[in-house]
């Protein structure tokens, strides 16, 4: 079992910047991925940005610029203690919304708790 903790959200003027930290631990055994998830009020949850154990990233068209995702020495496949970070700048009020960090093992999902960022215009 995986658990993944998110923190470092907060409410912020618009263009302002927050760094979104995910720590995950457990039992960790062929791990793919992380990546960041956000779900603004009354919305679809939508990915935001993903990095694979062979560093690749993908981000959302909407964030490329602006979002930065990164760990501490890479993702290990196997290690229980990987950490996922979010830097995000140059925030708009309609990025409003949960983030959550996701691990990605063959055939399974962990999601964590979410954290709140808030954008005010």
């Known amino acids: 079992q995986v658990r993944l903790v998110e923190s470092g959200g907060g409410s912020v003027p618009a263009g302002g910047s927050l760094r979104l930290s995910c720590l995950a631990s457990?039992?960790?055994?062929?791990?793919?991925?992380m990546g960041w998830y956000r779900q603004p009020p009354g919305k679809q949850r939508e990915q935001v940005a993903t990095?694979?154990?062979?560093?690749?990233?993908?981000?959302?068209?909407?964030?490329q610029g602006r979002f930065t995702i990164s760990t501490q020495n890479g993702i290990s496949r196997h290690n229980a203690k990987n950490a996922v970070y979010l830097q995000l700048d140059s925030l708009k009020p309609e990025e409003t919304a949960d983030y959550y960090c996701?691990?990605?093992?063959?055939?399974?999902?962990?999601w964590g708790q979410g954290t709140q960022v808030t954008v005010s215009s």
């Open positions: 996701l691990a990605v093992e063959p055939n399974k999902h962990y």
């Open positions: 457990g039992r960790i055994v062929g791990l793919q991925g």
């Open positions: 990095i694979t154990t062979d560093a690749v990233v993908r981000y959302a068209d909407s964030v």
